[in-house]
């Protein structure tokens, strides 16, 4: 039971205070640490946040919006640091992250979804992506387990996976092994000076007061309801709902399905105008996602929210509907009016930002953590970073 505000204790001061141990926090913490400055997170069971539900697909190319270059440019620089981050992460944890270099392939089921496509590829074509147009036959030749109306598709060798859960399994193994502390309870609110003019840390629901130099707010969705911050100072960042579902496509031994694997790399389709996308892991998961739902903090898994998923990946993969289910989830994704995260200063001195990455945390992990540590430790922003601060809403405030 959390203590009153009478019953406060202060723990010692840090360098950083990191609000939210979810990838993005760890990471951030992480990587701070290893520049030499002491490092605190915040958060009751890190390692636990919305990466436990995420397909973790590395997926740039593939993913990419019409308008959101610059958001693209960011993944790809992410995506080419995956590799290394991820042997870097195992090496300083002993543990597995999941990382697997598999490729996507975007496939169209109809004529609009074909037509659909074409014009992605033209897109990618002309900000020099690399991706390659294939028929329906040669997209089945790919992956046997395709319906056989799929009329094409585009083969992205570029973009690949990792398992969100392993991913944050290792990183709080890492920090630890850093010496990030790991305070296990909840923000109950952002600390001011008496002046309200710089964040000097946060107050934990268990009653510790927790002082730092600079504070990271990297608390997901939630990052935008920390109590403590004047209005004018809050981040726009609300919960996009996420409802996935996790099969086997190994038999009830573990042993590989007969006729070899069911899919070989990462799927993704439109399917009557919803997103789609199938993961395939390499211990014999399949993850199945994923709705986007703006229904507030709500996690509850949904019959409608199975059953349209399931219904559209029987269209795209039919085989699918005899494989295992094992587990359904909901999660909330952290968005923002652009989509794009908020990364670095934050209005409030004190205060520096590292949220708000919408369906890209687990894509853009290394670079926010290369980003966000970089401007803790030299007070400067990489280019990389630099279009996403969050006083790019302020300026649209004041010319509107």
Known sequence: MPRTNTDVSTDAPTDVLVVGGGIIGLATAWRTAQ?????????????????????????????????????LRLGIASNERYAAFAAELTAASGLPT?????????????????????????????????AEWLTGRECRRLEPMLAPSVRGG?????DHQVDGRR????????????????????????????????????LAEDGTRLSAGQTVLAAGSWSGEVPGLPPEARLPVRPVKGQILRLRMTTSLGAPLPGGPFLSRNLRAVVRGVHLYLV???????????TMEEQ??????????????????????????????????????????????????????????ATGHHRNGVLLTPVTADAVSAYLATGVLPPEAAPFTPARFSLLEASS
């Open 35 to 71: 520049r030499g400055l002491s490092v605190t997170v915040l958060d009751p069971d890190p390692g636990r946040g919305a990466n436990r539900v995420a397909a973790g697909m590395l997926a740039p190319v593939t993913e990419l919006q019409y308008g959101e270059e610059e958001l």
């Open 98 to 130: 999941g990382y697997r270099a598999c490729g996507t392939l975007a496939a169209a089921l109809d004529a609009d979804d074909r037509a659909e496509l074409r014009e992605l590829h033209a897109f990618q074509q002309r900000l020099g992506l690399e």
């Open 154 to 158: 585009l083969l992205v060798t570029g």
């Open 167 to 202: 991913l944050g399994a290792a990183l709080l193994r890492a920090c630890t092994a850093a010496g990030v502390r790991i305070h296990r309870s909840r923000a109950a609110r952002i600390e001011l000076t008496d002046a309200q003019d710089r964040v000097v840390g946060a």
């Open 280 to 290: 395939p892991r390499e211990d014999g998961e399949l993850v199945v996602g994923a």
């Open 296 to 353: 507030g903090f709500d996690t509850t898994v949904t019959a409608g929210g199975v059953y349209e998923l399931l219904r559209d990946a029987h269209e795209l993969v039919p085989g699918i509907t005899e494989l295992p289910l094992v587990e359904t989830g909901a999660g909330l994704r952290p968005g923002t009016p652009d989509n794009a995260p908020l990364l670095g200063p934050t209005s409030l001195p004190g205060l520096v930002a």
